[in-house]
């Protein structure tokens, strides 16, 4: 019986190479668990318990753990909200009667609009702090003067 076991902690070990959750792997170390008591008896109820019991043992032994790890990464920006608070160029004047307007960010561009609906100049830095839809939501961080 210990080669059944064997085997079902091996196709165990498998599925939890090709998924992503952390649960199938315990129910292969509950598999070899079972193995060593199969060398003690030759009862399936005992064999079978012993599986059980130490499977859902050790998955909740490390949930605690696991949810450590997985809570640090959940402050984790990404996509479009990473650009948040980073800082562009206006490559486009910014227009807000007309919508129009285009900032340089981390060397992508995008259309953008000025916060409070100011009218921002091609050349000024500016700080993006939102984004509403696919418009970069900015603020100047310091203004190009025009000499006349």
Known sequence: MWQIWLIISGVCFIVEIITVGFLIFWL????????????????????????????TVLIFATKPFVKKFA???????SNVYSIIG??????????SINGTGQVKINGELWSAV????????????????EVKGVKAVVSPIKVTSKSN
């Open 28 to 55: 292969a170390i509950g598999a070899l668990f079972a193995m060593l008591v199969s060398f003690f008896t030759d009862n399936i109820v005992i064999q079978t318990a012993v599986f059980v019991i130490s499977s």
């Open 71 to 77: 809570k640090g990464k959940s402050n984790f920006k």
């Open 86 to 95: 980073d800082t562009g160029i206006v490559t486009k004047n910014i227009d």
């Open 114 to 129: 000025g916060k409070d609906d100011i009218d921002i100049e091609e050349g000024t830095e500016v700080k993006i702090v």
